[in-house]
């Protein structure tokens, strides 16, 4: 039984690449399909060069379809699909318990607070104004995850890597796009660059530029 993923390689949308990459789950289990989300096209897999709004009424990545045709959109349900289709304990702790809770407030504040607040920062069209409130917003978020959700710690969630690390990792790399200088965040800094050096992460962005 196979699930389509769609994703692009910097976007969000590459933090579910990461965490299949991670379990070994890209292939035959999880099919990646490239969508360009400006032209809003898959550009690879079965459907290339359909109208991705035919598969994601949003336009938006990730999606994931289900073995039963289901369309699951939103990194926090995708992403943790993704660990439940993984080997127990691969990409997050496991379901019922208090740290699964834990991981979905985490994925959660990444998306409505952190994610939601770099996003504006893409638009060509804002203004001074609005992007120096932006910026200032952006800043509350990193101080907040530098002095408590980071400080002394590799992982957002207990000992392991989990889905909400590949997600706040992809977040925190759209910083050098944006003019946020994460140096200024010497925990978020170093948490950012221990994921970006383990060997999966790597790999998957090989992989992923190579589509
Ligand atoms: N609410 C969604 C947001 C997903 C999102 O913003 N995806 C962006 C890429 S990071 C996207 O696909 N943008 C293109 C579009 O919305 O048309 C979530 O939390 O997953």
Redesign the pocket.
């Known amino acids: 039984m196979s699930y389509q993923l769609y994703f692009?390689a910097t976007?969000?949308?590459a933090a579910s690449y990461i965490s299949a990459k991670k379990a070994g789950l890209i292939g035959d289990k999880v099919v990646p399909n490239l969508v360009d989300?400006r032209e809003?096209k898959v550009k690879s897999g079965a459907l290339k060069d359909t109208d991705y709004y035919k598969v994601n009424p949003?336009?938006?990545?990730?999606t994931l379809v289900l073995e039963d045709g289901t369309v699951l959109?939103?990194?926090?349900a995708?992403l943790q699909k993704i660990a439940d289709l993984a080997p127990s304990g691969a990409l997050a702790p496991a379901n019922g318990t208090n740290a699964r809770y834990l991981l979905q407030s985490k994925l959660s504040y990444i998306?409505?607070e952190v994610?939601?607040s770099y996003?504006p920062l893409f638009n060509p069209a804002l203004s001074d104004e609005v992007k120096k409130w932006t910026l200032a917003k952006i800043a509350t978020k990193l101080d907040y995850l530098n002095r408590v959700e980071l400080a002394g710690k590799k992982y957002i969630v207990g000992d392991s890597f989990t889905v909400a690390d590949a997600y706040l990792y992809i977040v925190l790399s759209w910083s050098k796009y944006v003019g946020v200088d994460l140096s200024e965040y010497p925990e978020v800094e170093r948490y950012f660059k221990g994921i970006s050096e383990l060997d999966f992460v790597k790999e998957a962005h090989a992989e992923m530029n190579k589509f």
């Open positions: 692009t976007s969000c949308g989300i809003h949003k336009g938006n990545v990730p959109n939103e990194n926090a995708v998306s409505s994610h939601s996003g």
